[in-house]
Structures are given as structure tokens and as C-alpha cells.
């Protein structure tokens, strides 16, 4: 889809208010627990111009014009860009911001766009006017209802003709007239016509000059979306003129026979494919002159002749205005010249005039030829090139300075020739063909396992070819033949084979299965093919080499082995059947002879790990088995220490998504495909997110978002909301040890997105190291609550780190720490609550609510001065009469949780639990992230506690009666509130 980006460079409105704004663009909010939710698409004014693909960066900026902040960016190879519906370009994002103390509630967000390597931005035009607001409040525009963003594009361009001179540039921006005045100019988007490489160069807007030319076009281009067409919007001519500056040598040195005329003025006047000199620039159309060194080796006065063997020197030069110009430092070309070759002859020791040389498959047959090569005259030089002259029979050598290797043979027997071309200009007409015959005779020869196994009741041929297939040979072309033999008249199989595969097998004994003896035999194979190595012609220099192998063969009256077979329940895959199937079917044995076991591969030492039914202390060929914790397993069935069958399969993870919103984390096996991110989270899903990418189920799309391009890693929390609960399994990796895997989070500054990695429940006080752990950190649980590092300990309402569970971490630090656990999980030990136990239920007491309504929450750390035993109190946090979360005292602070929306606005009841009392609380906040800490607490007081009396923390020492608030004498020790007489007659309201 990311293909229909197409031309984006031509997008074009006024900056206007937004002109400050042309800075580097970089995320300014970094750790945010809060972010806006935005899909949206990009819309064309002028829809004679397409998009350009690869060549735009958007921004998102939150604040009123003057005091924008840039919240996000990105570019067109971003997950969350897609295009789809004949190339609308759509775009999903997640916008960061704060709601609370430090409120972006309200907020304008605007939109800009900014084209690759230019210094131009423009605002986009929103169909909705955008606002600041939380995830939880839901997205602006869905995939297949977004907001529109707009923006206008040039309509015409023109370009003016100009020259330019080599070495030279000229900025291409400037030759442009567009209309609308003060449009962009594309970038990167110009073709060069009529010239060849090198001629002219274009970098971005800078066109260069390099050589001569005359007449060249430029054309200012773009793309039509789904098309190879390329439409021109104006084009113009160019011209560049220029004459080298330099010669070069290109050939240092170079051999020419004596009395060669032709080829030496070839390779003078440049016309071999080797070139002797080259002009800089490469395509310059100056002459060249040249200076020869010594007139005794070579004449110029009918051409270019060497007249002399020995060597010289030449060297081309220029004139550059009008100076000679040669080679720099002072280069020259050498000429050797030398005698002839007059003849070249292949002598073999056959008497035949002509021979097919032999060879076989792998051999090196460079140096056997090159014996046999003879070349006249002795000074002529001996050198000389082997190359293959039909170059469709090249495959059939690889040939290399003094090797020859012969790689394969032709299918049908055939003769390949090689060519011996002595080294000279005019050794040419002495070349001669070399005709070889390649085998491809196997050479190589290997066993297979030793102790194969047969049993009496086998048939021969069985027996036969169980044997022969316990040798590997190599290559598999001519032959091979192999014989193999044992002690004893009860085996003698001999195995032929002709060109091309295998041959049939020839027994000498009959059916030889029904005579074999049970027990351990030894037989040896034994390959034979030519050895081709001291062949020169002579056929009868041809002998045999062999290679030999030996292994034992077993016989056995009784089974082989058992297959088997796991077959996981359908509706629960933790849960199946094995199955043992005898090898073979006939086989005669006593199950109760064998013994089956369960290998734990997955390092689960001491856990429990799977139960069977019936138990596998059990002889039988059926077991049911339910497993308790994923992994890969091996069933092995064994007699004695001897294997007689494994099979290794796996149990998957069970992840149970409640209905509404929570936080997870993946707790086994990633999700790396479109088509699993799918089927893990079913279609009961509304939406879900990472910190950074998305995914929605789209009434007339189905599910899409940004997260089918990506993996959700092991540990990585996400947040989902579901329309009813389900249930998925996840499978790891070969070889996953999931209990080694411990806990490693990485927090940068501010607030992070965590997930549990473990498949267990376990205490923060037990989990947690203190490695990365700094005064004032913060865990926020979806419903269980938070903790806080108070410098020594945590503290809080949040006990546990659950499986599968997600989490928001406060790093109050300028720097990234990582939080660790003490362990392992291994280490850390089997919890109590498995990953499949996940599914929860709203809370219910005092204070009901349902957290699963909402994707996040506020939590709060407060005191309360006024009151006395406060652990026999709770706290309910309400909105508008609807109750939201609630809180409990720990260590004389209040920990609450309260689920919304943003912009909220919360208040309290205390409730005595001792008494049954509700008390109104006076103070009320705005929905935000975090409202207090253990060291700066949220004070909390009630007017109620007053009602014109004086309220006491504790009993005064000269209070001398107490009463409940209906006057009735109570008690002084009893709880709740109540009332004092003191000594002088007045009244005090104590709470305890």
C-alpha cells in the first residue's frame, strides 16, 4: 500500500501564523501517560497533480497559535501511514500530551507538512476542528470516517532554456515560473533528456555541466498513482561545451608481435576493446598526439609498425590552449615486442593423432593437458590461456589461473572441447581444441548410522534396500558400483547402477530375510570407479581406486519402534491425546515392556508442568494429557535404555481478554503477522494500542491499524478494549525456557508503558531488585491500585505483579534506568495463579464500580490529618454521583484509584468501616495522571467531623463522659464517632 505515496513534494498552502514554526521538528513530550487519538486523511485540491511518495515529514502541534508545541512527527515510511481506496494516503496517530495539574485539555492541535530537503512548511486544513483530549475519550474520525486534512497544489509550471559550462552549475529553482504565484517547487523531480551518463549531473535543484553537449532536455516530472506513468509539467533545452584537460594512461603496458602493424595501430589510434589512454573529462572530443621514445623499435613512416624485438616506450599527449599536455607524472606506456608463435601442437602418448581426454567429476585436469603442450619457437614464449570455446558447456568447468576443475558431466556422453590459445596477437592461428570426455563416477563413499535394524518378518527386498540406503555416495552420475559383503553365506548383495541412478539390486541367495539370524552383523561397502590421474592418452594407464565403509546391521524378532502422535484438542489446545502406533503394525511385544515418559524442555526444574490420564505409570498405547504451563516437550517411549520412539510438541499460552478496557502484557510468544495479531485478539475487539501504534475494528474495514505491520513483543503492554471476553493461545519460539526470562524495563524519563514478562504472579517486594530502582518511582496497576519507592521501600495499595498484566511506570529522573527483577521466574518460583486464570470481574463492596469502562485512571497519594485508626477506613472517588474508583490507608497514607475521562471533575466519601458512616470530603480535583506522593500528599479534610464542636485526634485527658451522635451514653472506648464532655462543660467531636 505504501507504493500509492506517490509525489507529496508538490503540496503547497500558505504558512501564514504558522511561519515561526520553521525550526527542526523534534517530539518535544517524551513519557507521557495521556495521548489523543487522531485517524485522519490527506486531501488534494488541484487532483490534476498526484502525491509524491518519499518526500514529506508531518507534524502535530499542541497550543494556541504563538505557543504551539511539537508533539509528534513523522514521515511517509511511518507503520501508522497506509494507503488504501485507490491511494487515499490515511493517517493514525497517537498525539502525546498531559491532562490535570499541567492541563493540554482544550487545546488546539494543528497539523503541519514539511517536503524532504527544503526548509518549506505549510499548514494542513482539518475538516474537524482538534482538540486535546485523552485516549479515553474516544478518536477523532474512525479508518473509514476520518477527519480530512487539505491542502492546495501549483496548477502549471514553466522552465526557460539556458547553457551551462562543464564544471559549472546552475540552480534549476531559478529557471521555474509557477502558477499560482508562490506555490512550491518540487523537489527532486526532474528528468534529463538526450544525453548519455556522465554528461551532465543533477543534484537536487543543482544541475552541472561535466562534458559536451548540445540540445539536452529537462523535464519537470511526476508520477500518476497506480500507473508507471510519468506525466512532464514543462521542459526546456541545455547545452554544455567543453574540452579535456588532461590525457591518462589506461594500459601502462602491452605486447605486440614483431613486423604486427595492424594491431599496433589499432591500440595507437584507441580502437582495441582495451583502451590505451583515456581524456578527462571521459567523453572530450580531442585529439590525441603521441611520442614514441625510440624510432628503433617502432617506425611511424607507413603506419605503426614494430620492426624491432625488444622493448620501447610511448605516450599520448594534448594540447590544452595550446601547451602540450602528457600523463601525469610523467607516465608512459611500455611496448615489448616479440617473436611470433609459428606453431602449437597437443601430444599425447596414444598413438591416435586425436584423443578424448578422460576425466572424471572434481578433478584437476590443468596441469595433464599443460604437460602435453608443445609451442614453436622456443622464444616465442611459452605462455597460453585454456578457456572453453562454446560458452553454453562453460558450466561444465571452473577454470582459474593453473587449475582446471571439472564440476559436472553432460547428460548424454558427449565430448567438450577445450581451447589452448598460445599468448601473442597472432597466437590466435595456432589455437588448437582439446576433446574431453567427462564420468561423473562416484568417488565418494559414506554410511549413513551404524546398528540398523531389521526384523525376521521382513520381506528381502526390505532387508536389501535397507542396507543399500544406509550408504550415501557422491556424485550420482555414472556408476556408482558397490559391493557388499559379510561374513558368512547369509548376505551377498551387489548393487549396479548405469548412468543417470540407481540399478536394480541382484541377490544370489534367494529370499534371504526368512534365512537371517537374529542378531549383530558387520557388512562393508565397498565403491569402485577409474582413477583417471596418470591418464595422458593411453587407456591402459587407467586403473581402479576403491573406497570402503563398514557398519553393523542388527536383527531383531521383535518391534521396531512406536509412532507417535499428538493431537491437540481442538476447542483447547493445552489439552489433547498421544497416541502410540507399533512399528510395524504386526509387530509382536508386550506394552508393559516399555516405559513412557515426559522430557521437559523448557527448564520447568521442579514444577509442575502437565498431568496425564491415565498416569504414564500406566502400560497403554493412549494418554490424555492437560498442560499447565506452555513450552515445548518431547514424549519419549523407551525399553531399557534403547529409544523405540520421540515425538516433541508444544503447548500453547492461554491469554483471556476481559470485556472492556484493561492493560496487558503479552506473556509468551510474539505476535508478528498481520493474520495472528487478528486471530489473537478475535472479533471481539473494538481497539487496542501500544505507546506508539494502533489497532481498530473498523465496522466497514474490519481490523487495521498500524500494530498488523509490527510485533507485539513478549513483556510489551498494550491496551485493549473488547465488545465480550476471549480467549486466545500464543505458542513461543523453538527452544523458549520461558521461566529463565526475567524482568528487564526500560524507563526513560517520565512515564512508560511495562508489561509483566512472567507466567506467574508475583510480590513487587519479592520480584523487584533495587538495581534502577530512585526515590519517587511510581507503579500504576489498571484496577489493583499503585506503589511508590518512599527511598527505602514501596509503598502502596499494589501488591502484586500479575501475569499477562500491563503497567504505567513514573520515572521521576532526567535519565533512563532499568528496572530489573531479583531472578529469573525460575529463581522467583511457581505462583499460584496461572496466565489462564485472567478473566476479572468489576469490583463489588462498599464501592462499586466497573474500571473496565474506561482505558485509563488517576491515582492519588493523600493524608488525612483528622483521622484516628484511618486503616478502618476507605475511600470512594466519585463523578457526578457515579462512583469511579476507591482507595484504602497504608501506613497512614490514602492510595486511590479513580477511572475516567479528562476534564473530569472528582470528588470523595469516607467511609468508617467499623460504624457503617459516610462522610463527604471538601476537596475535589480535575481528572489527571498522578495528584500527590509520598512526600507532598494531597491533604484531605470533612466539614462533617465539625458541626460547631471542636474536632480532637484523640480523647483529651479531661473529657469525663461520651456520646454517640443521637446523645445516648456510650463507651469511650468505642469506635466510630463520638462525643466528649470535657471538664469545663463544652462538647468535642473525636473520630476513631
Same mark, same amino acid.
Given at each position: 500500500?505504501?507504493?500509492?505515496?506517490?509525489?507529496?513534494?508538490?503540496?503547497?498552502?500558505?504558512?501564514?501564523?504558522?511561519?515561526?514554526?520553521?525550526?527542526?521538528? $523534534?517530539?518535544?513530550?517524551?513519557?507521557?501517560?495521556?495521548?489523543?487519538?487522531?485517524?485522519?486523511?490527506?486531501?488534494?485540491?488541484?487532483?490534476?497533480?498526484?502525491?509524491?511518495?518519499?518526500?514529506?515529514?508531518?507534524?502535530?502541534?499542541?497550543?494556541?497559535?504563538?505557543?504551539?508545541?511539537?508533539?509528534?512527527?513523522?514521515?511517509?515510511?511511518?507503520?501508522?501511514?497506509?494507503?488504501?481506496?485507490?491511494?487515499?494516503?490515511?493517517?493514525?496517530?497517537?498525539?502525546?500530551?498531559?491532562?490535570?495539574?499541567?492541563?493540554?485539555?482544550?487545546?488546539?492541535?494543528?497539523?503541519?507538512?514539511?517536503?524532504?530537503?527544503?526548509?518549506?512548511?505549510?499548514?494542513?486544513?482539518? $475538516?474537524?476542528?482538534?482538540?486535546?483530549?485523552?485516549?479515553?475519550?474516544?478518536?477523532?474520525?474512525?479508518?473509514?470516517?476520518?477527519?480530512?486534512?487539505?491542502?492546495?497544489?501549483?496548477?502549471?509550471?514553466?522552465?526557460?532554456?539556458?547553457?551551462?559550462?562543464?564544471?559549472?552549475?546552475?540552480?534549476?529553482?531559478?529557471?521555474?515560473?509557477?502558477?499560482?504565484?508562490?506555490?512550491?517547487?518540487?523537489?527532486?523531480?526532474?528528468?534529463?533528456?538526450?544525453?548519455?551518463?556522465?554528461?551532465?549531473?543533477?543534484?537536487?535543484?543543482?544541475?552541472?555541466?561535466?562534458?559536451?553537449?548540445?540540445?539536452?532536455?529537462?523535464?519537470?516530472?511526476?508520477?500518476?498513482?497506480?500507473?508507471?506513468?510519468?506525466?512532464?509539467?514543462?521542459?526546456?533545452?541545455?547545452?554544455?561545451?567543453?574540452?579535456?584537460?588532461?590525457?591518462?594512461?589506461?594500459?601502462?603496458?602491452?605486447?605486440?608481435?614483431?613486423?604486427?602493424?595492424?594491431?599496433?595501430?589499432?591500440?595507437?589510434?584507441?580502437?582495441?576493446?582495451?583502451?590505451?589512454?583515456?581524456?578527462?573529462?571521459?567523453?572530450?572530443?580531442?585529439?590525441?598526439?603521441?611520442?614514441?621514445?625510440?624510432?628503433?623499435?617502432?617506425?611511424?613512416?607507413?603506419?605503426?609498425?614494430?620492426?624491432?624485438?625488444?622493448?620501447?616506450?610511448?605516450?599520448?599527449?594534448?594540447?590544452?590552449?595550446?601547451?602540450?599536455?602528457?600523463?601525469?607524472?610523467?607516465?608512459?606506456?611500455?611496448?615489448?615486442?616479440?617473436?611470433?608463435?609459428?606453431?602449437?601442437?597437443?601430444?599425447?602418448?596414444?598413438?591416435?593423432?586425436?584423443?578424448?581426454?578422460?576425466?572424471?567429476?572434481?578433478?584437476?585436469?590443468?596441469?595433464?593437458?599443460?604437460?602435453?603442450?608443445?609451442?614453436?619457437?622456443?622464444?616465442?614464449?611459452?605462455?597460453?590461456?585454456?578457456?572453453?570455446?562454446?560458452?553454453?558447456?562453460?558450466?561444465?568447468?571452473?577454470?582459474?589461473?593453473?587449475?582446471?576443475?571439472?564440476?559436472?558431466?553432460?547428460?548424454?556422453?558427449?565430448?567438450?572441447?577445450?581451447?589452448?590459445?598460445?599468448?601473442?596477437?597472432?597466437?590466435?592461428?595456432?589455437?588448437?581444441?582439446?576433446?574431453?570426455?567427462?564420468?561423473?563416477?562416484?568417488?565418494?563413499?559414506?554410511?549413513?548410522?551404524?546398528?540398523?535394524?531389521?526384523?525376521?518378518?521382513?520381506?528381502?527386498?526390505?532387508?536389501?534396500?535397507?542396507?543399500?540406503?544406509?550408504?550415501?555416495?557422491?556424485?550420482?552420475?555414472?556408476?556408482?558400483?558397490?559391493?557388499?559383503?559379510?561374513?558368512?553365506?547369509?548376505?551377498?548383495?551387489?548393487?549396479?547402477?548405469?548412468?543417470?541412478?540407481?540399478?536394480?539390486?541382484?541377490?544370489?541367495?534367494?529370499?534371504?530375510?526368512?534365512?537371517?539370524?537374529?542378531?549383530?552383523?558387520?557388512?562393508?561397502?565397498?565403491?569402485?570407479?577409474?582413477?583417471?590421474?596418470?591418464?595422458?592418452?593411453?587407456?591402459?594407464?587407467?586403473?581402479?581406486?576403491?573406497?570402503?565403509?563398514?557398519?553393523?546391521?542388527?536383527?531383531?524378532?521383535?518391534?521396531?519402534?512406536?509412532?507417535?502422535?499428538?493431537?491437540?484438542?481442538?476447542?483447547?489446545?493445552?489439552?489433547?491425546?498421544?497416541?502410540?502406533?507399533?512399528?510395524?503394525?504386526?509387530?509382536?511385544?508386550?506394552?508393559?515392556?516399555?516405559?513412557?515418559?515426559?522430557?521437559?524442555?523448557?527448564?520447568?526444574?521442579?514444577?509442575?508442568?502437565?498431568?496425564?490420564?491415565?498416569?504414564?505409570?500406566?502400560?497403554?498405547?493412549?494418554?490424555?494429557?492437560?498442560?499447565?504451563?506452555?513450552?515445548?516437550?518431547?514424549?519419549?517411549?523407551?525399553?531399557?535404555?534403547?529409544?523405540?520412539?520421540?515425538k516433541q510438541f508444544s503447548v500453547p499460552a492461554v491469554v483471556s481478554l476481559a470485556s472492556g478496557w484493561q492493560w496487558k502484557s503479552n506473556p509468551f510468544g510474539a505476535i508478528s503477522t498481520a493474520d495472528a495479531m487478528k486471530t489473537f485478539f478475535t472479533t471481539n475487539l473494538v481497539e487496542a494500542r501500544t505507546y506508539t501504534q494502533l489497532l481498530f475494528n473498523d465496522?466497514?474495514?474490519?481490523?487495521?491499524?498500524?500494530?498488523?505491520?509490527?510485533?507485539?513483543?513478549?513483556?510489551?503492554?498494550?491496551?485493549?478494549? *473488547?465488545?465480550?471476553?476471549?480467549?486466545?493461545?500464543?505458542?513461543?519460539?523453538?527452544?523458549?525456557?520461558?521461566?529463565?526470562?526475567?524482568?528487564?524495563?526500560?524507563?526513560?524519563?517520565?512515564?512508560?508503558?511495562?508489561?509483566?514478562?512472567?507466567?506467574?504472579?508475583?510480590?513487587?517486594?519479592?520480584?523487584?531488585?533495587?538495581?534502577?530502582?530512585?526515590?519517587?518511582?511510581?507503579?500504576?496497576?489498571?484496577?489493583?491500585?499503585?506503589?511508590?519507592?518512599?527511598?527505602?521501600?514501596?509503598?502502596?495499595?499494589?501488591?502484586?505483579?500479575?501475569?499477562?498484566?500491563?503497567?504505567?511506570?513514573?520515572?521521576?529522573?532526567?535519565?533512563?534506568?532499568?528496572?530489573?527483577?531479583?531472578?529469573?521466574?525460575?529463581?522467583?518460583?511457581?505462583?499460584?495463579?496461572?496466565?489462564?486464570?485472567?478473566?476479572?470481574?468489576? *469490583?463489588?463492596?462498599?464501592?462499586?464500580?466497573?474500571?473496565?469502562?474506561?482505558?485509563?485512571? *488517576?491515582?492519588?497519594?493523600?493524608?488525612?490529618?483528622?483521622?484516628?485508626?484511618?486503616?478502618?477506613?476507605?475511600?470512594?472517588?466519585?463523578?457526578?454521583?457515579?462512583?469511579?474508583?476507591?482507595?484504602?490507608?497504608?501506613?497512614?497514607?490514602?492510595f486511590i484509584t479513580v477511572h475516567g475521562e479528562s476534564g473530569e471533575q472528582v470528588n470523595f466519601r469516607l467511609y468508617n468501616e467499623m460504624t457503617g458512616e459516610y462522610f463527604d470530603i471538601d476537596q475535589t480535583v480535575k481528572s489527571q495522571t498522578r495528584v500527590g506522593s509520598l512526600s507532598n500528599p494531597m491533604t484531605m479534610t470533612s466539614h462533617e467531623f465539625a458541626?460547631?464542636?471542636?474536632?480532637?485526634?484523640?480523647?483529651?485527658?479531661?473529657?469525663?463522659? $461520651?456520646?454517640?451522635?443521637?446523645?445516648?451514653?456510650?463507651?469511650?472506648?468505642?469506635?466510630?464517632?463520638?462525643?466528649?464532655?470535657?471538664?469545663?462543660?463544652?462538647?468535642?467531636?473525636?473520630?476513631?
Open positions: 500500500m505504501k507504493k500509492l505515496l506517490t509525489l507529496l513534494v508538490f503540496l503547497a498552502t500558505t504558512v501564514g501564523a504558522m511561519a515561526q514554526l520553521n525550526g527542526t521538528w $523534534s517530539n518535544t513530550k517524551t513519557g507521557n501517560a495521556s495521548r489523543t487519538v487522531v485517524y485522519a486523511k490527506l486531501s488534494v485540491s488541484n487532483t490534476n497533480y498526484a502525491l509524491y511518495a518519499g518526500k514529506f515529514t508531518i507534524a502535530a502541534f499542541v497550543g494556541e497559535a504563538g505557543q504551539e508545541d511539537c508533539r509528534l512527527v513523522f514521515d511517509d515510511n511511518d507503520a501508522n501511514i497506509k494507503t488504501t481506496n485507490g491511494g487515499v494516503i490515511y493517517l493514525a496517530m497517537q498525539i502525546p500530551g498531559n491532562y490535570g495539574s499541567t492541563d493540554d485539555s482544550g487545546k488546539p492541535i494543528t497539523f503541519m507538512i514539511k517536503t524532504a530537503g527544503t526548509d518549506e512548511i505549510y499548514k494542513l486544513t482539518s $475538516s474537524t476542528a482538534i482538540t486535546y483530549r485523552v485516549e479515553g475519550d474516544g478518536a477523532y474520525g474512525t479508518p473509514s470516517d476520518p477527519v480530512v486534512l487539505s491542502v492546495a497544489l501549483p496548477t502549471s509550471y514553466s522552465l526557460s532554456n539556458f547553457d551551462v559550462g562543464v564544471g559549472k552549475t546552475v540552480n534549476i529553482r531559478d529557471k521555474i515560473t509557477v502558477s499560482p504565484e508562490g506555490a512550491a517547487v518540487p523537489q527532486n523531480a526532474w528528468n534529463i533528456g538526450g544525453i548519455s551518463n556522465g554528461e551532465a549531473t543533477l543534484s537536487g535543484d543543482e544541475l552541472t555541466g561535466v562534458s559536451v553537449i548540445s540540445g539536452a532536455t529537462l523535464s519537470m516530472v511526476y508520477q500518476v498513482p497506480n500507473s508507471q506513468d510519468v506525466v512532464t509539467l514543462a521542459s526546456c533545452t541545455f547545452n554544455v561545451v567543453q574540452y579535456a584537460t588532461a590525457v591518462n594512461i589506461a594500459t601502462t603496458s602491452f605486447q605486440v608481435n614483431k613486423g604486427d602493424k595492424d594491431n599496433l595501430t589499432k591500440f595507437m589510434q584507441n580502437k582495441l576493446s582495451t583502451k590505451s589512454y583515456s581524456l578527462d573529462p571521459a567523453n572530450s572530443v580531442n585529439g590525441v598526439e603521441w611520442e614514441i621514445e625510440s624510432s628503433e623499435y617502432i617506425t611511424t613512416m607507413d603506419g605503426w609498425e614494430p620492426i624491432k624485438v625488444g622493448t620501447t616506450r610511448i605516450r599520448p599527449y594534448i594540447y590544452v590552449d595550446g601547451v602540450e599536455t602528457y600523463p601525469a607524472g610523467d607516465a608512459w606506456i611500455t611496448v615489448e615486442i616479440v617473436t611470433p608463435v609459428t606453431s602449437a601442437s597437443l601430444n599425447w602418448d596414444s598413438p591416435s593423432a586425436v584423443v578424448n581426454f578422460k576425466c572424471n567429476v572434481g578433478d584437476d585436469i590443468y596441469n595433464r593437458i599443460a604437460s602435453r603442450v608443445t609451442i614453436l619457437p622456443s622464444d616465442a614464449g611459452q605462455e597460453y590461456t585454456i578457456t572453453v570455446p562454446d560458452a553454453a558447456n562453460s558450466q561444465y568447468f571452473t577454470i582459474s589461473d593453473k587449475s582446471i576443475v571439472v564440476n559436472s558431466a553432460p547428460a548424454t556422453a558427449t565430448s567438450i572441447n577445450l581451447r589452448v590459445t598460445p599468448t601473442g596477437l597472432n597466437g590466435s592461428n595456432f589455437a588448437f581444441d582439446v576433446p574431453v570426455s567427462i564420468d561423473n563416477w562416484a568417488t565418494t563413499l559414506a554410511k549413513v548410522k551404524d546398528g540398523v535394524a531389521f526384523t525376521s518378518t521382513m520381506s528381502a527386498s526390505t532387508v536389501q534396500q535397507g542396507i543399500i540406503n544406509n550408504v550415501t555416495y557422491g556424485p550420482t552420475g555414472t556408476g556408482p558400483n558397490i559391493t557388499f559383503t559379510a561374513p558368512g553365506p547369509w548376505l551377498d548383495l551387489h548393487y549396479y547402477a548405469g548412468v543417470g541412478g540407481r540399478g536394480d539390486i541382484s541377490t544370489e541367495d534367494g529370499d534371504l530375510a526368512l534365512s537371517l539370524d537374529p542378531g549383530e552383523h558387520t557388512v562393508t561397502a565397498t565403491l569402485t570407479y577409474p582413477d583417471y590421474s596418470n591418464y595422458y592418452g593411453d587407456e591402459s594407464t587407467i586403473t581402479n581406486a576403491t573406497k570402503t565403509v563398514t557398519f553393523t546391521v542388527t536383527i531383531s524378532a521383535g518391534l521396531l519402534g512406536f509412532d507417535i502422535t499428538v493431537t491437540p484438542d481442538a476447542t483447547d489446545p493445552t489439552k489433547g491425546t498421544i497416541t502410540l502406533q507399533p512399528n510395524p503394525s504386526s509387530a509382536v511385544y508386550d506394552i508393559s515392556d516399555y516405559t513412557m515418559s515426559l522430557q521437559d524442555d523448557n527448564s520447568y526444574t521442579g514444577w509442575t508442568v502437565m498431568t496425564f490420564s491415565p498416569a504414564l505409570t500406566t502400560a497403554g498405547l493412549t494418554y490424555d494429557y492437560t498442560g499447565a504451563l506452555p513450552g515445548k516437550y518431547t514424549f519419549n517411549v523407551k525399553k531399557g535404555d534403547a529409544s523405540f520412539g520421540t465496522p466497514s474495514w474490519g481490523i487495521v491499524g498500524s500494530m498488523l505491520d509490527n510485533t507485539l513483543a513478549e513483556g510489551q503492554m498494550y491496551k485493549a478494549k *473488547m465488545s465480550a471476553a476471549a480467549t486466545s493461545y500464543l505458542e513461543g519460539a523453538d527452544g523458549e525456557t520461558p521461566i529463565t526470562k526475567t524482568l528487564q524495563w526500560q524507563l526513560q524519563p517520565g512515564w512508560n508503558w511495562v508489561g509483566s514478562p512472567f507466567l506467574y504472579n508475583h510480590r513487587f517486594s519479592t520480584a523487584l531488585s533495587s538495581t534502577g530502582v530512585v526515590n519517587g518511582m511510581i507503579i500504576v496497576s489498571k484496577a489493583d491500585g499503585s506503589i511508590e519507592y518512599n527511598g527505602t521501600a514501596w509503598e502502596g495499595s499494589l501488591s502484586l505483579l500479575k501475569a499477562g498484566e500491563g503497567y504505567l511506570v513514573y520515572n521521576p529522573g532526567t535519565s533512563a534506568v532499568t528496572l530489573t527483577s531479583t531472578g529469573n521466574e525460575g529463581a522467583l518460583g511457581q505462583g499460584n495463579e496461572s496466565a489462564s486464570a485472567r478473566n476479572r470481574a468489576p *469490583m463489588t463492596g462498599v464501592w462499586e464500580y466497573d474500571h473496565s469502562r474506561f482505558a485509563s485512571n *488517576m491515582t492519588i497519594v493523600a493524608e488525612m490529618p483528622q483521622l484516628e485508626d484511618a486503616d478502618h477506613y476507605t475511600i470512594g472517588a466519585f463523578v457526578d454521583g457515579e462512583c469511579r474508583g476507591e482507595g484504602s490507608f497504608i501506613n497512614g497514607h490514602a458541626t460547631g464542636i471542636s474536632v480532637v485526634r484523640q480523647e483529651n485527658a479531661g473529657a469525663t463522659e $461520651s456520646y454517640d451522635l443521637s446523645g445516648r451514653k456510650v463507651d469511650g472506648s468505642s469506635k466510630g464517632v463520638s462525643l466528649k464532655r470535657m471538664a469545663d462543660g463544652t462538647f468535642r467531636k473525636v473520630m476513631k
